[in-house]
């Protein structure tokens, strides 16, 4: 057999290896978004809700902090 035809056989070989391994690993352990959605939202229902309220009010002030800290940069006036 000509190299070429081999090597086209290694890479097919080694790509058909490859895909079976990901499809596995993806069904052992989901990684899609919508996994790791439901995922996030099933621990943040366990939470007590003092603890889900102190996070809303800490993303609140980190995103209003970050919007002053860009306004800043770019010499726009404060809101």
């Not at 000509?2 to 993806?26: D, K, Q, Y």
């Not at 621990?43 to 889900?52: F, G, H, I, K, M």
């Not at 009010?57 to 809101?79: C, F, K, N, Q, V």
């Amino acid at each position: 057999m000509p190299e070429s035809v081999i090597w086209l056989l290694v890479v097919f070989v080694v790509s058909a290896v490859g895909t079976v391994l990901v499809v596995r690993r993806e069904r052992c352990r989901p990684s899609s978004y919508r996994s790791r959605w439901a995922a996030e939202m099933a621990e943040w229902r366990a939470l007590p809700t003092d603890v889900q309220a102190a996070r809303d009010e800490a993303a609140l002030y980190a995103g209003e902090a970050a919007e002053i800290a860009a306004a800043r940069l770019s010499g726009l006036p404060r809101p």
